[in-house]
């Protein structure tokens, strides 16, 4: 009778630490992008880092 409830909250806890990884894993890659885009798009100015135009 008390299997079922273990296994939903092991299931439930199962799923909750696979989506916390793919998250991690997807924001670590997300960040390392945005990194590199900004090293190789060098230096800018305070106009354009607000994005105001001339």
Not at 27 to 33: D, F, G, N
């Amino acid at each position: 009778m008390m299997m079922w409830p273990a296994v939903a909250l092991l299931g439930f806890l199962v799923l909750t630490a696979l989506v916390i990884a793919m998250g991690t894993q997807s924001t670590a890659r997300y960040e390392q992008e945005q990194r590199a885009a900004a090293r190789s798009a060098g230096p800018r100015t305070a106009s354009e880092a607000v994005g105001a135009s001339a």
